[in-house]
């Protein structure tokens, strides 16, 4: 079986779970924390540690083959890539929330108002497609700090738990988006790599299957 180049992310909510179901898939990854690249030892996969925002464009040029991503960094930045299985944990909401003192009653509400956000191409199809114009700004990161300090008067970020949310004294109004993790495929992926992805994908569906 051809080896294929898998891309995980390096840090945050979806490290641990993308390692975990390899690791349950019996795939055993030799893993240096610092290293951005490593073998498995017993399936013809090598992992790539890398940002979740540059993933999209990885699996386009070819980079690697297939990657373990949140569903709404695809729908961000990689709509055309293929998702070939759900993998059931990373749940999460990409939703438009507003100080809890915002009278809201729709999203016509938001027209003309500044929105903070990392996710900018889904808040303009979203509000594009309803007919309403806002003033996006985008920000990287602690998103949901922009109402307060007056940088914004609403945000797009994700919702999980909803107590980032909570904290910043925010109301989640209009949910855009359900996400969970997913395994992409790149366009770019040989004939000869096609075995060892759907050797993969056997075990993977074994696991949730286990898992339910
Ligand atoms: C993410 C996301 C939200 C928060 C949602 O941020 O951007 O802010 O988690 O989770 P919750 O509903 O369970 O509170 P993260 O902590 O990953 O940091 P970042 O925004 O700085 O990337
Ligand atoms: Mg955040």
Do not use: W
Not at 95 to 124: C, E, M
Not at 185 to 197: A, D, F, N, R, Y
């Amino acid at each position: 079986m051809g080896n294929i180049k898998i891309a995980i992310q390096k840090s945050g909510r979806l490290n641990e779970d993308s390692l975990k179901i390899l690791k349950d898939c019996g795939i055993s990854i030799d893993n240096g924390k610092d290293q951005l690249k490593a073998l498995a030892r017993n399936f013809p996969l090598e992992v790539f540690y890398l940002r979740n925002g540059d993933i999209p464009q990885y699996l386009r040029d070819g980079v690697v083959d297939i990657a373990i991503i949140g569903e709404n960094v695809l729908v961000e930045k990689g709509k055309e890539i293929e998702i070939v299985e759900k993998l059931g944990f990373s749940k999460c909401r990409v939703s438009l929330a507003v100080p809890k003192g915002f009278d809201y009653k729709g999203i016509q509400d938001l027209k003309g108002k500044r929105i903070a956000s990392s996710y900018p191409n889904t808040v303009q199809q979203y509000m594009s497609s309803r007919g309403v114009e806002a003033d996006l700004h985008i920000i990287n990161g602690s998103v949901e700090i922009a109402p307060n300090i007056g940088l914004a008067d609403a945000i797009c970020d994700i919702v999980s738990s909803g107590s980032t949310l909570f904290k910043n004294n925010l109301k989640e109004v209009e949910v855009m988006l359900k996400s969970e993790a997913v395994l992409a495929v790149s366009p770019k992926i040989k004939e000869g790599q096609k075995e060892t992805l759907e050797a993969l994908r056997f075990r993977i569906r074994s696991v949730l299957a286990a898992r339910q």
